[in-house]
């Protein structure tokens, strides 16, 4: 199979343990290239641990992860990671160009300090979030939907192929989600594939492209037509909707 053709993310058997009680069960998941795939499922089901699990952040029990058609550490620099919000000390004392400055740091290395094309590259970023203005801003300072935006510059200037997102869209005003599903949907259309944990379920079929219902085992998998079906939600939820 030709590089270009290999999925972005094929994950087989996978299974992830905490204390021997299992998280994820036997996930089997392909994502093909040039995708926005929501993760959707209840709390506890596994989904940050899934992201987690591609990143090599938590160890395996068993299966195998292939990213961009090889193991993570081969293709780590082609993946940009966006953690849920409420796990970022945003207490933190730099700004917001400088958060963004850090998604270059596995390009630069920690000991060489960016510069002049760095920083434009970084400013290019926060612009094509619309937070070009707040580049000097504190980012204890900033709501918590800029916040967001920063982070998501974060992962752009990375210029990644696989982008994991963590309910990049929780919490945020209606503005700010709009320029997050249009920024996801320009990412796409360049090629790039994208994961997102997801919580609303009422935009599920306008925001994604294919969909994961997870509750640590795969319920469905595929594109949100075939796999986003009442019966498939109600199993994932165990009969009852989020609220």
Known sequence: MAADAEPALDIRGLTVAYHDEPVLWDIDLTVPRSTILGIVGPNGAGKTTLLKAVLDLVPIASGRVRVLGDAYAANQNRVGYVPQRGSVDWDFPTNALDVVLMGLYGELGWFRRPGAAEKEKARNALDQVGMLDYADRQISQLSGGQQQRVFLARALVQEADLYLMD????????????????????????????????????????????????????????SVETAFTDANVRETYAGGMPA
């Open 167 to 222: 309910e990049p869209l929780q919490g945020v005003d209606a503005t700010t989600e709009r320029t997050i599903i249009d920024l996801l949907r320009r990412l796409r259309n360049q090629g790039r594939t994208l994961l997102v944990v997801h919580h609303d379920l009422s935009t599920v079929r306008e925001y994604f492209d294919q969909v994961l219902l997870l509750n640590v085992r795969a319920v469905a998998s595929g």
